[in-house]
C-alpha cells in the first residue's frame, strides 16, 4: 500500500499497467472521453473487451 502522504509522480496505475511508458511515471494523465471516461495517455490505444 502506497504511503498516501509520499505518493509516487505520475499516474497512480503505472506500476501495475503494461502499457506504462516514462511518461505514465511522470505525468498525470488528462481525463478524457464523453460517455466512458479513463486518465491516460494510452487510452486511444487500449483494446476493449466486455
Known sequence: MPDLAALPAGCAFAGRC???????????????GDRQRAACFYSEFAEVTA
Open 18 to 32: 503494461e502499457r506504462a511508458t516514462a511518461r505514465c511515471r511522470e505525468a498525470i494523465p488528462p481525463l478524457l
